[in-house]
Nanobody, 123 residues
């Protein structure tokens, strides 16, 4: 009932910025919790940032605090991840996810996922 489509990935130099977008459609979970995860080669899927669709407190992994910002546009029904001061270790496929209750940090918490968008940070 919920469809998520990520965009905005690409290749940037270390220290650069990217903004990822996640377009949300469907009705079931659009006013619940949204999150970004990432998966680097050889690693598991890692929580990056999350927020309630209604707004309020945002959540970030320690590795991205102070550099990444999650936000949403209610009119466009889109979630964003502004990534600044990118580091090579940020290289990963970034996924948008949604669930019906409070923000969680485990992939298992989220039943709805986008297909991912590749972010590559060159040194």
């Amino acid at each position: 009932q919920v469809q998520l489509v990520e965009s905005g990935g690409g290749v940037v130099q270390a220290g650069g910025s990217l903004r990822l977008s996640c377009a949300v459609s469907g009705r079931t979970f659009i006013n619940a919790a949204m999150a970004w995860f990432r998966q680097a080669p050889g690693k598991g899927r890692e929580f990056v940032a999350g927020l309630p669709w209604s707004g309020g407190r945002t959540y970030y992994s320690d590795s991205v605090k102070g550099r990444f910002t999650i936000s949403r546009d209610n009119a466009k029904i889109t979630v964003y991840l502004q990534m600044n001061s990118l580091k090579p270790e940020d290289t990963a496929v970034y996924y948008c996810a949604a669930r019906s209750v409070a923000v969680g940090t485990l992939p298992h918490d989220y039943p709805y996922w986008g297909q991912g968008t590749q972010v590559t940070v060159s040194s």
